[in-house]
């Protein structure tokens, strides 16, 4: 041993004790104001080359949390941190840098794209805010773009309705791609799309995240996708992390009350079968000792309140959740 500590590299990505919290008018004739914890606190972290996935209840806060991410939404506190760079606020980089940060691919891609808008200029203009100005570079990228997720260049002069839903999904993947960013967030990338189209549009976005060295932080639903994707899994309940680990260990151990009852819920008898979630879901573990979980009633939350004092705690090696200290 030299003696040396060895400089630890920062994750790719920080996101550190986020609150996004969002005004709601109290009861009538309340003064109160209250408001509503979309994101109650949220810290995790994404490494160069993985695909960490969120899940979750409808309304827990995915959306908001990944919005904050790409910067369409301002958190009430905590921080986010890029290569271990604070990105928001008065810390953003300048707004070219700061789009090639990350990016999203939305779940209903038709929303997303401009309907009056050709392919070719849906792609473009994200070049053209960002200071690219001669007209061939602009041309050349997009058909790139346009090769790289399977479709032509040819196609570029087309309009967002002659399309299929999933060549619609490739062309809003080539829009988030177009600047080059280092992660994309998948918001539902599949979801609205055929089953029998979902397969291509996972397996494009798996082969991209290869070629072009890409990380991603993925939302979905649908945890027959989680599984096939993703490295890490994280495990929201109304605005908070209770619990994230290795994908296998939330699919094989999972520990919070929470991730149990969203795992029984899977529909696909073979992914039950491969993770033997059943025989898992069976035998309840215990809360680590001199701990309960949190939040113990995961019927009934209170999305105005703070939360009471709680922590994640590791329960093996990438594997954590979300408790609360019993008192002495
Ligand atoms: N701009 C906003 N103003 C007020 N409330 C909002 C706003 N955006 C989101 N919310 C609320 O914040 C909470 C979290 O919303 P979010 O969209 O992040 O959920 P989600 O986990 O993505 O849900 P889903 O799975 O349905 O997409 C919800 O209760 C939502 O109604
Ligand atoms: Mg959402």
């Given at each position: 041993m030299s003696?040396?500590?060895?400089?630890?590299e920062p994750p790719l990505l920080e996101i550190n004790d986020l609150h996004v919290h969002f005004p709601v008018s109290g009861a009538l004739f309340s003064r109160r104001k209250q408001a509503l914890r979309a994101v109650n606190g949220v810290s995790l972290h994404l490494n160069k080359g993985e695909c960490l996935s969120i899940v979750g209840e409808s309304g827990c806060g995915k959306s908001t949390t990944a919005l904050s991410v790409i910067g369409l939404q301002a958190p009430t506190s905590g921080d986010i941190l890029f290569e271990g760079k604070s990105i928001i606020g008065a810390n953003a980089p300048p707004r070219m840098e700061r789009a090639r940060i990350a990016q999203?691919?939305?779940q209903d891609p038709y929303a997303s794209l401009n309907p009056r808008q050709t392919v070719h200029r849906s792609l473009a203009?994200?070049?053209?805010?960002?200071?690219t100005k001669s007209r061939s570079e602009i041309d050349d990228r997009v058909a790139e773009m346009l090769r790289r997720v399977g479709l032509t260049p040819e196609q570029a002069t087309r309009f967002p309705h002659e399309f299929s839903g999933g060549q619609r999904q490739r062309i809003g993947i080539a829009r988030a791609l177009i600047l080059d960013p280092h992660i994309i967030m998948l918001d539902e990338p599949v979801s609205a799309l055929d089953v029998s189209i979902r397969a291509q549009i996972i397996n494009l976005l798996l082969d991209l995240k290869e070629q072009l060295s890409l990380s991603y932080i993925m939302i979905s639903h649908d945890l027959g996708v989680v599984e096939h994707m993703s490295d890490r899994v994280a495990v929201m309940y109304f605005g908070q992390i209770v619990e994230i680990g290795h994908w296998d260990a939330i699919f094989s151990s999972p520990t919070h009350p929470y991730t149990r009852k969203l795992i029984s819920t899977i529909p696909d008898p073979d992914a039950i079968l491969q993770t033997g979630v059943k025989a898992v879901l069976r035998n309840a573990p215990p809360p680590p000792q001199g701990y309960r979980f949190y939040p113990q009633d995961i019927t009934n939350p209170d999305v105005y309140a703070a939360p009471a004092p709680s922590e994640l705690i590791s329960i093996s090696e990438d594997h954590q959740v979300r408790c609360q200290r019993l008192s002495a």
């Amino acid at each position: 041993m030299s003696g040396q500590t060895m400089a630890t590299e920062p994750p790719l990505l920080e996101i550190n004790d986020l609150h996004v919290h969002f005004p709601v008018s109290g009861a009538l004739f309340s003064r109160r104001k209250q408001a509503l914890r979309a994101v109650n606190g949220v810290s995790l972290h994404l490494n160069k080359g993985e695909c960490l996935s969120i899940v979750g209840e409808s309304g827990c806060g995915k959306s908001t949390t990944a919005l904050s991410v790409i910067g369409l939404q301002a958190p009430t506190s905590g921080d986010i941190l890029f290569e271990g760079k604070s990105i928001i606020g008065a810390n953003a980089p300048p707004r070219m840098e700061r789009a090639r940060i990350a990016q999203m691919v939305f779940q209903d891609p038709y929303a997303s794209l401009n309907p009056r808008q050709t392919v070719h200029r849906s792609l473009a203009e994200p070049l053209r805010l960002h200071g690219t100005k001669s007209r061939s570079e602009i041309d050349d990228r997009v058909a790139e773009m346009l090769r790289r997720v399977g479709l032509t260049p040819e196609q570029a002069t087309r309009f967002p309705h002659e399309f299929s839903g999933g060549q619609r999904q490739r062309i809003g993947i080539a829009r988030a791609l177009i600047l080059d960013p280092h992660i994309i967030m998948l918001d539902e990338p599949v979801s609205a799309l055929d089953v029998s189209i979902r397969a291509q549009i996972i397996n494009l976005l798996l082969d991209l995240k290869e070629q072009l060295s890409l990380s991603y932080i993925m939302i979905s639903h649908d945890l027959g996708v989680v599984e096939h994707m993703s490295d890490r899994v994280a495990v929201m309940y109304f605005g908070q992390i209770v619990e994230i680990g290795h994908w296998d260990a939330i699919f094989s151990s999972p520990t919070h009350p929470y991730t149990r009852k969203l795992i029984s819920t899977i529909p696909d008898p073979d992914a039950i079968l491969q993770t033997g979630v059943k025989a898992v879901l069976r035998n309840a573990p215990p809360p680590p000792q001199g701990y309960r979980f949190y939040p113990q009633d995961i019927t009934n939350p209170d999305v105005y309140a703070a939360p009471a004092p709680s922590e994640l705690i590791s329960i093996s090696e990438d594997h954590q959740v979300r408790c609360q200290r019993l008192s002495a």
